[in-house]
């Protein structure tokens, strides 16, 4: 039986943290009102979007209908210290109501941020995405970093966890926080941790080191290294090394080490989980060796050739190896190869891979075509040759209004043709910023 | 002992003000002072760090996660939450190559029918789903995984 001790601290603070985000949402939307008003920097973008496709499962004509939101206020404030941030969408099946899944929708993020001129300093209430170190995490609640003394840096998060659970829960509460000290020329280095607790038991516990060193302008090495407490073992070391010797050259090697027993701990998918009778083996171990080369002869075209390893404790090796070519002229042309070889021991992981696009712009016209295929060596569901062509056009009719739209044909051991499309309708409230998640700069 | 905790309690905030008192750093800028359009190279303005986030470098792709959990407000510069949230997404049904269909040079997953090949990918290197599949935008894996 539950203590009330217990009942206080681990139940009610979800629902206690997640009623404080709509309420940071809430309080925010008030603030935004004003702002809008005295014509402050307001940012709001539409996207409509109608696809065409079929279900996966049963087959069936599915033409759903999407709308997108994008709204940011970047400076609600006169000093410019508060923004609030909004996304979401939802979904209305046109065609198909036969399931209780016609419908769907999610925010994504919607929170309000403090952020001060000096020290970096930055607080951020209400739903969020927070990556510091071992955390990458979508949860409700607050985030708060700042610059310290020496070169040291200090983040602290918490709040209810934002996950899905189709067949498992995914914790109730998340915390955590990630201390660093950083050198700008030469390196930065930190520490983190994380912790998921549910109302049963400890659900996750990592920890973890990252760095960036860059000690010659011609060397970086980045990384990771996280733990799994509850397990007892090292989830993952992941690092990667750039070696510049040449400002048309770059030559890079890649290490990853991973158990899957603790890497794959409580995952919220049996697809994806190292439970008994599941689809992953919890002993198995692997180790990725890889690296790539690429040469840039003249501007504007890259050329690379690249290599990977994985080396399985039960299920054996492959190697994937290829090379691609990119020739690009910024915002009027762009096109691209890629061939890439699978060798693995069973016949599923015997393949070629391959790839060619060009896209144009003309004018107010963006134009692309993409090829993308796969040649297995042995046949599956009677095919041998897999691939999707693509075509794309969007055209952008006033500085704020932008339609696009694509086709798709595929052949695949799934589908013998498949015809998928897409209608995209953009519209922009404010053409001053983009939130459509392109860089600030480029127009939507 | 209590008493030595109590007080560790009480000066562990007065240590992080007074840290920060001291750190007298000046803010990141909020947007890019100079617009940028295209992959951008940031190695051609910047010889510092910043140079490192040469968006046209071939691993850049596969190492992004890791400037992003060290400097993620760097990314906020240039970039708004919502194109992490393209990605790594809360509940998605549309996917990221999807969205950027007219961005074919953008290093983005699932290109083509991917219900085959993900049975593929799935096998030799689960771990590259685990970031976004994990523990979120995986409702649709019930559909067969139940």
């Given at each position: 039986m539950k203590s009330y001790r217990q009942w206080n601290t681990r139940c009610a603070l979800p629902g206690i943290l997640k009623t404080s985000g709509w309420i940071a949402a809430v309080i925010s939307l008030m603030f935004v009102v004003p702002a809008k008003a005295e014509a402050a920097s307001v940012s709001l973008q539409s996207d409509t979007i109608f696809r065409m496709g079929q279900s996966t499962s049963d087959k069936r004509n599915l033409y759903p209908a999407y709308e997108y939101l994008r709204l940011s206020v970047p400076e609600i404030d006169k000093d410019g210290t508060i923004s609030f941030y909004f996304g979401g969408w939802g979904r209305y099946d046109?065609?198909?109501?036969?399931?209780?899944?016609y419908t769907n929708g999610d925010l994504q993020y919607g929170y309000l941020s403090y952020r001060s001129k000096k020290n970096n300093l930055q607080i951020n209430l209400g739903r969020q995405f927070v990556s510091e170190g071992v955390a990458a995490e979508r949860f409700d609640g607050a985030y708060l970093r700042c610059d310290l003394a020496a070169g040291f840096g200090a983040a602290l998060f918490g709040g209810a966890t934002v996950a899905t659970d189709p067949n498992f829960q995914g914790g109730d509460v998340v915390y955590g926080g990630r201390i660093s000290h950083t050198m700008p020329k030469y390196y930065s280095i930190g520490i983190s941790a994380l912790k998921t607790d549910d109302d049963?038991?400890?659900?996750r516990e990592e920890e973890g080191i990252d760095i960036w060193l860059h000690p010659f302008k011609q060397v970086e090495a980045v990384g990771r290294s996280s733990y799994n407490s509850i397990t007892s073992g090292w989830m993952e070391h992941a690092y990667t090394i750039s070696y510049i010797p040449l400002d048309n050259l770059r030559i890079n090697f890649d290490l990853s080490q991973v158990n899957y027993r603790d890497y794959f701990f409580h995952m919220t998918t049996s697809a994806l989980s190292v439970v008994p009778g599941g689809v992953l083996d919890p002993n198995e171990e692997v180790l990725t060796l890889g690296g790539s080369i690429a040469y840039t002869p003249i501007k504007n075209l890259t050329i690379v050739a690249d290599y990977k390893n994985f080396d399985y404790h039960v299920a054996g090796n492959a190697h994937k190896y290829g090379g691609k070519a990119t020739f690009s002229l910024p915002a009027s042309f762009a096109a691209g190869i890629a061939l890439h070889r699978m060798d693995g021991q069973v016949d599923r992981l015997r393949y070629y891979e391959y790839r060619a696009f060009a896209s144009k712009k003309i004018a107010k016209l963006d134009l692309t075509a993409d090829f993308f295929g796969v040649n297995y060596d042995s046949n599956i569901n009677g095919l041998k040759n897999a691939f999707t062509v693509a075509g794309a056009a969007s055209y952008e009719i006033t500085e704020r209004l932008k339609v696009a739209g694509d086709i798709n044909y595929s052949r695949t051991p799934d589908f013998d043709n498949q015809l998928t499309g897409l209608v995209k309708i953009t519209y922009a409230f404010d053409t001053a910023r983009s939130a459509e998640g392109r860089a600030k700069g480029e127009k939507y | 002992m209590k008493n030595i905790r109590m007080l560790m309690i009480m000066a562990m905030p007065l240590l992080a003000c007074f840290l920060y008192a001291c750190a007298n750093t000046n803010s990141m800028y909020r947007a890019h002072p100079a617009e940028v359009t295209g992959?951008?190279?940031?190695s051609e303005c910047h010889?510092?760090?910043?140079?490192?986030?040469?968006?046209?470098?071939?691993d850049f792709y596969e190492k992004h996660r890791y400037y992003a959990e060290q400097q993620k407000f760097a990314c906020g510069v240039c970039h708004e939450e919502s194109f992490c949230a393209d990605c790594h997404a809360h509940k998605e049904e549309i996917k990221p190559s999807d969205k950027y269909k007219l961005s074919p040079e953008r290093e983005l997953p699932h290109r083509g029918d991917y219900l085959n090949q993900h049975r593929i990918d799935g096998r030799i290197d689960p771990v590259s789903c685990v970031k976004c599949h994990g523990r979120s935008n995986n409702e649709r894996c019930k559909e067969c995984h139940r």
């Open positions: 046109l065609a198909d109501k036969t399931t209780d899944r049963q038991s400890r659900f | 992959i951008p190279d940031c010889t510092d760090n910043w140079a490192s986030l040469n968006h046209q470098a071939a």
